[in-house]
């Protein structure tokens, strides 16, 4: 019969016996018609006795299975697995501990474990089995920690061990998984080697951004200014037309000589922001000039709304927020054939300290095929293939768009409108300027009879500026060399007929600008002496840098002729006395246009209809003026107590508070104010 008993052998027979001698006891008490009492008393404790039999058969092949299993997954196993008891001798080692340290089973089973590990390291191994043994092991157990293995030809590698605690009766074993980590360290080596590289290869690229920034602005300077100041001269009508396309195709190549190096700036991660104040008004106002020729060309009317809640008076960076309105107020232009491009700004969260502001451009164009939608802001990326024939462009003013708006907290979107066309929208979060910021800019001064000296290394550039002294009869000198500007600056102050104001260039050769600041400033014959930095480069952090450095005035080129008499004649209007209260402002274009802003007068227009929003805001801008909306007697109540405005265009039908309520109550607040 046993040789019958199949894969089962042995283990199996006593379970049969067992089985055939419960079915011969059932039958027979079951065939007795009155069987002995003590025969059945007999039979049961026969039949309990090999249940249990039966029973432990069972379990023992139960567990010799269980260990079976367990045998076969840690000897598959990919990482090492070896036991050791509270001596360190190793108890059990699989065949990827094997391959891990090169130890065949036999060599290493019943070693110490410390020959799994080199002598340099010692401590660090013994330290850490300690740990184990010292009865506080909760820290560790279950962490993997890297350490250093040991294999049999000596040779040392970086392995990760994690360890286990098993306690049987009084002995306790501990399994540890060790893992060959070789590969992956020299995948990190590798990743930071390329990481340094990446970084220097980025610092290579931004220094070389920053150079040719300089070297194509500086040539576009001079084509702009030049054909400024030709378009000045008697021309004839074709000539004129001439110059005028020479200024235009300037201007649209400088934007895409922007775009490309500011996209290149994104790539490099070094898109830096200013931190400065400004006036959002002036900004949408900047934008809109700039676009205004364009849209006239189409016969298109472009329309700029601020809510009269918003907060104007913000800080941040107004040259990007100016680019975004002029990438996406510009796309509208474009891709409008008639109609109107209206911008308008709201208020989405106003704090104490802070705005969140929402802007969004309307157009009357075609709109934009819903596939084409989630393309939109990803680079090089046109709305059809034929887009750059017909309207030109470098695909990656969107793009930018994108990256600027998540550097202002903000978010970037587009949608397709019912009635026809888009609209872009974009929030944006800014700080408020507090109040102190808030003083009304200094006097300007006549430029007549001024002593200015200039430097700059290129030549137009010189070339320029002297035919913008020789307008304002200024008594201007302009030489090449840092160097020689300084030797000049000490020299007249020696003699008694110092320099009112210098013109400091920003790169050039052997000392820039900044530089050559410091030098001044730090000369006591020299300290009255005003600084106006002029630059190419226009880098987020030169304005904050150039106030440092002792400089009034902050302008990147191309500088227009407006724009430079503005700031001469404002840096000559500041103070020179250092024991006013509060630091003087840098005179930047910013503040030009902010200065200008309070000087103009300030109409506020309040409607609750958006097209009669649109037509009041159209007709005052055409008299020369600008204004601000209000959608309600309630809006423009909450305007007034922050500006001042000259005049109000009130509607008399509104809901929450009409213009007759609104009115009555602004006449309440005068004459209160007046009693006071």
């Not at 269980?66 to 008891?85: C, F, M, P, W, Y």
Request: proline residues 4%.
């Amino acid at each position: 019969m046993a040789g019958n008993l199949g894969i089962h052998g042995a283990f199996a027979f006593p379970i049969m016996v067992g089985s055939h001698v419960m079915a011969v006891l059932e039958f027979f008490s079951r065939s007795v018609e009155t069987p002995n009492p003590r025969l059945l008393e007999v039979m049961e404790i026969i039949g309990t006795q090999l249940g249990r039999v039966l029973e432990r058969k069972r379990g023992e092949q139960t567990q010799k299975e269980s260990d079976a299993r367990i045998r076969g997954i840690v000897e598959t196993a990919a990482d090492a697995i070896i036991t050791i008891n509270e001596a360190g001798i190793i108890q059990s080692y699989n065949s990827a501990a094997e391959h891990v340290f090169g130890y065949s089973a036999q060599e290493a089973i019943g070693q110490n474990v410390s020959q799994l590990m080199p002598s340099p390291h010692q401590e660090h191994h013994d330290e850490y089995l300690q740990q184990y043994l010292s009865g506080h092991p909760s820290t560790i157990f279950g962490k993997s920690r890297e350490l250093v293995g040991k294999r049999k030809d000596w040779s040392a590698f970086p392995m990760e061990l994690a360890v286990s605690e098993i306690i049987l009766g009084n002995r306790r074993t501990f399994t540890g998984i060790v893992r060959d980590i070789s590969d992956r360290k020299q995948h990190e080596q590798e990743l930071r080697e390329a990481i340094e590289h990446a970084e220097s290869a980025a610092i290579a690229k931004s220094q070389f951004l920053a150079t040719m920034s300089h070297e194509i602005r500086t040539p576009m300077n001079g084509v702009i200014g030049m054909t400024g100041l030709l378009l000045e001269t008697d021309l004839s009508g074709q000539q004129r037309q001439f110059a005028e396309t020479v200024r235009s195709s300037g201007e649209t190549l400088l934007k895409i000589i922007n775009d490309i190096l500011d996209f290149s700036k994104i790539e490099a991660g070094k898109l830096e922001f200013e931190m400065i104040p400004f006036d959002l008004r002036t900004t949408l106002e900047e934008s809109m000039e700039l676009l205004a020729e364009a849209a006239g060309k189409k016969n298109l009317e472009l329309v700029g709304l601020v809510n009269a809640n918003v907060p104007t008076a913000l800080q941040g960076d107004p040259g990007r927020l100016r680019q975004i309105f002029m990438n996406l107020a510009g796309n509208a232009i474009k891709f409008t054939s008639e109609g109107e491009i209206i911008i308008k700004i709201s208020s989405v969260e106003d704090t104490r300290d802070h705005v969140t502001i929402r802007v969004d451009i309307h157009d009357t164009g075609e709109g934009i095929p819903t596939d084409i939608l989630p393309k939109l802001f990803q680079p090089f990326s046109q709305a059809d293939s034929s887009t750059t024939r017909r309207y030109g462009g470098t695909g990656l003013g969107l793009a930018i768009c994108k990256q600027l708006v998540q550097q202002m907290n903000g978010e970037i979107g587009v949608e397709n409108r019912s009635e026809g066309g888009s609209t872009f929208w974009v929030t944006a979060r800014f700080p408020k300027q507090p109040d102190e910021a808030l003083s009304p800019p200094h006097t300007p001064v006549a430029l007549e009879r001024l002593r200015v000296c200039a430097v700059d290394d290129h030549a137009t550039n010189r070339q320029l500026l002297e035919q913008y002294f020789q307008y304002w009869k200024m008594e201007g000198t302009l030489v090449e060399d840092p160097r020689a500007c300084l030797a000049l600056l000490q020299q007249q102050a020696k003699t008694g007929t110092p320099f009112d104001l210098a013109i400091l260039d920003m790169e050039m050769p052997n000392m820039d600008g900044f530089t050559l600041a410091q030098h001044i400033k730090s000369d006591d014959t020299l300290k009255a002496t005003r600084l106006i930095l002029l630059t190419s480069l226009g880098r987020r952090g030169d304005a904050t840098a150039a106030q440092q450095c002792g400089f009034s005035g902050y302008l990147t080129k191309p500088i227009r002729r407006a724009q430079l008499q503005a700031c001469l004649e404002t840096v000559m209007g500041l103070p020179l006395s250092d024991t006013q209260a509060g630091p003087q402002p840098l005179i930047t274009s910013h503040f030009l246009k902010d200065r200008q802003l309070h000087q103009a007068i300030r109409i506020l227009g309040v409607d609750d209809h958006q097209v009669n929003q649109q037509l009041g805001v159209l007709m005052v801008e055409r008299l020369g003026f600008r204004a601000d909306v209000a959608g309600n007697g309630r809006e423009a109540l909450e305007a007034l107590s922050r500006i001042p405005y000259d005049l109000i265009l009130m509607d008399c039908q509104m809901p929450e508070i009409d213009g007759y309520e609104a009115t009555r109550k602004i006449r309440e607040a005068e004459a209160v104010k007046g009693k006071a």
